[in-house]
C-alpha cells in the first residue's frame, strides 16, 4: 500500500519553462489536493478535487492548472514557471470533504 | 476566506517539559480542527483532531482543546521527548475539502 505517490521529487526549470507533477493515490479516496509550502507560510492550497471529475480553485490558483485524470491521479501543471513559484509542492488525498488529509512525500521545485 | 494564526513560530522546552502552541481562526462557521506534524524532510501528518461539537480531545500525551466562542484551539503536548521535535501545524476548515493552515510552530526538544 503506497499511499500517495508524486514524481518528480526534484525539478530546476528555467524561468518560462513548462512542467507537470504528477500525483497518484491507491487509497479510494474521493478528494485531491496540491498544496504549496514555503518558508514562514504554512501550507496553501492551489486546486482541489472533491469527486473524479470536477476540480476547484483554492486560496493561490493563480500559474497553475490542474486535471483529475482519474479517480487515482490528480496532476498539477506549470504552464510558464516563475521564480515566485520556486516552493515545495505536496499532493494529498482524503476519503472526503472533513477527511483525514494523507499527504504524497513532497516535490521541490526551483525556478530559476 | 478563513484566516489561521498560530503562535509561537518556535518553541523550546526541556525534555519532560510541556509545550503549548495555540491558533486563532476568523470563520466562525469552521468546524474542523486537525493538527499535523512535520519532521525535518518528511510530510506532514496527522496527530489529533477536533470537531466542534467537542471542547477536549486527549490521545496518549497529546491534547487539543476548542473554545468556539473566541475562536481559538491550542495543542497541548505533556512529558515532551526528542523524538516530539518537528514543525506543527493547525488547520481549519468548514468543509468543502477547502482546508487552511497556520504558518508553522518549529518545537525543539532539548535532552
Known amino acids: 500500500n503506497a499511499g500517495v505517490t508524486q514524481t518528480p521529487k526534484f525539478q530546476v526549470l528555467k524561468t518560462g519553462q513548462s512542467m507537470t507533477l504528477q500525483c497518484a493515490q491507491d487509497?479510494?479516496?474521493?478528494?485531491m489536493y496540491w498544496y504549496r509550502q514555503d518558508p514562514g507560510m504554512g501550507l496553501r492550497l492551489i486546486y482541489y478535487?472533491?469527486?473524479?471529475?470536477?476540480?476547484d480553485k483554492g486560496e493561490v490558483p493563480n500559474g497553475y492548472n490542474v486535471s483529475r485524470l482519474n479517480k487515482r491521479e490528480f496532476s498539477l501543471r506549470l504552464e510558464s514557471a516563475a521564480p515566485s513559484q520556486t516552493s515545495v509542492y505536496f499532493c494529498?488525498?482524503?476519503?472526503?470533504?472533513?477527511?483525514?488529509?494523507?499527504f504524497g512525500a513532497g516535490s521541490r521545485l526551483t525556478v530559476l | 476566506g478563513e484566516n489561521v494564526e498560530q503562535h509561537p513560530s518556535t518553541l523550546s522546552v526541556q525534555e519532560g517539559d510541556s509545550a503549548v502552541i495555540k491558533c486563532t481562526y476568523s470563520?466562525?462557521?469552521?468546524?474542523?480542527f486537525p493538527w499535523y506534524k512535520q519532521e525535518l524532510g518528511k510530510r506532514p501528518q496527522l496527530i489529533i483532531d477536533?470537531?466542534?461539537?467537542?471542547g477536549e480531545k486527549k490521545d496518549q500525551r497529546i491534547a487539543v482543546t476548542l473554545n468556539k466562542t473566541a475562536k481559538h484551539f491550542s495543542l497541548h503536548i505533556t512529558e515532551t521527548q526528542p523524538e516530539d521535535s518537528a514543525v506543527y501545524f493547525c488547520?481549519?476548515?468548514?468543509?468543502?475539502?477547502?482546508?487552511?493552515f497556520g504558518t508553522g510552530t518549529r518545537l525543539t526538544v532539548i535532552p
Open positions: 477536533i470537531r466542534s461539537n467537542v
Open positions: 470563520d466562525s462557521a469552521s468546524n474542523y
Open positions: 488547520a481549519a476548515s468548514k468543509g468543502a475539502n477547502n482546508l487552511f
Open positions: 478535487s472533491a469527486s473524479e471529475g470536477t476540480t
Open positions: 494529498a488525498s482524503s476519503e472526503s470533504a472533513l477527511g483525514v488529509l494523507t
Open positions: 487509497m479510494n479516496h474521493n478528494s
